[in-house]
């Protein structure tokens, strides 16, 4: 109810312009994961009828060495062009752990997607789990000096990428209204959202979950950057062995960011970038006893969004869903919020 009376009160008109002292974050992010576009090259398999639905299969290139596979929903009665909402999946998950989001969404009206982040589903060598999503931040901190090797950025920044590079092949689809796109992200896929959303203003609605913390604050305050790394423990482990480094600190921790993330903790940290999501609508949920969004750093995150939005005339347009007694993990009960934000703000 309270956020029905939020997004009911919230008649602002759309603004396109980011508050200007946070456009350098926007600049540069875009300038670091650029790299040349090739073809899109499309493909999509004949639908597949499941109930009342169509199945889509396709894939893309984001990139002349990755292609990117994804899966489509929407209703078998759908017709026109529909606003769509895009999933992403959190560390060791895949696209068609999504599906029954996806059902849901198209149940609603909506166009539905899901994609494979870098190195994990059909992009890994087993088709589940994480490890090769690990193995290759390891060699992105490896490569990260070398003037020769290729520089990825797979800790959230590549997913980022082909997130737009996702929204370039949608618009080529004649069932989609590309003027009408949400974005949702648990986890992983939550600190992706909120990136991709910073940097490419086709996003019109953005829902991360789990995903909102400041980097920098939980560096800067008793060791809590711990939970984080700990969803990459294996890739962080191996850099401190072979960096010699027997107890990894907080200082560790930024060489480590600085070479598979570079200004995660600083001109592309939460308090950055969600301020260049305004004044679109965003919804961010977060666990109360999430240890890896310690609230701290969520409430630094939180006031500088609600500056940006205030200053954009767009203060109802930002909503942070605080879930009560809540770890890391995203309730029925907030999951209904976030199909009402996307209902109201997307209109299918």
């Given at each position: 109810m309270k956020l029905r009376l939020l997004v009911l009160a919230a008649l602002v008109t759309f603004v396109s312009v980011a508050p200007s002292s946070f456009a350098d974050s926007r600049?540069?992010?875009?300038?670091?994961?650029?790299?040349?576009?090739?073809?899109?090259?499309?493909?999509?398999?004949?639908?597949?009828?499941?109930?009342?639905?169509?199945?889509?299969?396709?894939s893309f290139a984001a990139e002349a060495s990755q292609r990117v596979p994804?899966?489509?929903?929407?209703?078998?009665?759908?017709?026109?062009?529909?606003?769509?909402?895009?999933?992403?999946?959190?560390?060791g998950g895949n696209k068609e752990k999504e599906v029954a989001l996806l059902n849901d969404?198209?149940?609603?009206?909506?166009?539905?997607?899901?994609?494979?982040?870098r190195y994990h589903g059909a992009r890994s060598k087993t088709g589940s789990g994480g490890g090769d999503y690990e193995d290759a931040?390891?060699?992105?901190?490896?490569s990260a000096s070398s003037t020769t090797e290729p520089h990825e950025h797979p800790f959230f920044f590549d997913t980022a990428w082909d997130v737009m590079r996702l929204i370039d092949y949608l618009g080529?689809?004649?069932?989609?209204?590309?003027?009408?796109?949400?974005?949702?992200?648990?986890?992983k896929g939550g600190i992706e959202t909120y990136l991709?959303?910073?940097?490419?203003?086709?996003?019109?609605?953005?829902?991360?979950?789990?995903?909102?913390?400041?980097?920098r604050w939980a560096l800067d305050h008793d060791e809590l950057w711990r939970r984080r790394i700990e969803t990459v423990q294996s890739a962080f482990d191996a850099a401190a062995k072979e960096s010699h480094i027997n107890h990894p600190d907080a200082g560790f921790v930024r060489i480590f960011y600085d070479r598979v993330a570079p200004g995660i903790y600083d001109k592309f940290?939460?308090?950055?970038?969600?301020?260049?999501?305004?004044?679109?609508?965003?919804?961010?949920?977060?666990?109360?006893?999430?240890?890896?969004?310690?609230?701290?750093?969520?409430?630094?995150?939180?006031?500088?969004?609600?500056?940006?939005?205030?200053a954009a005339g767009a203060e109802n347009?930002?909503?942070?869903?605080?879930?009560?007694?809540?770890?890391?993990?995203?309730?029925?009960?907030?999951?209904?919020?976030?199909h009402a934000w996307f209902v109201y703000w997307l209109k299918p």
């Open positions: 600049s540069e992010f875009l300038k670091l994961i650029d790299r040349p576009r090739v073809a899109l090259a499309p493909e999509a398999a004949p639908p597949v009828r499941e109930n009342s639905r169509l199945h889509v299969a396709f994804g899966i489509l929903v929407k209703s078998a009665d759908s017709t026109g062009r529909r606003p769509v909402v895009i999933a992403l999946h959190g560390t969404f198209a149940d609603e009206g909506f166009v539905a997607v899901a994609i494979d982040g931040i390891l060699r992105a901190f490896r080529t689809r004649t069932d989609v209204d590309v003027s009408r796109i949400g974005l949702i992200g648990f986890s991709a959303a910073a940097a490419d203003p086709r996003v019109a609605v953005a829902v991360p979950c789990i995903g909102v913390e400041s980097f940290d939460g308090p950055a970038m969600l301020p260049l999501i305004a004044p679109r609508p965003l919804l961010c949920i977060n666990g109360e006893l999430d240890g890896r969004t310690p609230p701290g750093g969520l409430a630094e995150c939180a006031d500088a969004a609600q500056a940006a939005y205030k347009r930002f909503v942070l869903h605080i879930q009560p007694k809540a770890g890391h993990t995203v309730t029925p009960a907030s999951m209904k919020l976030a």
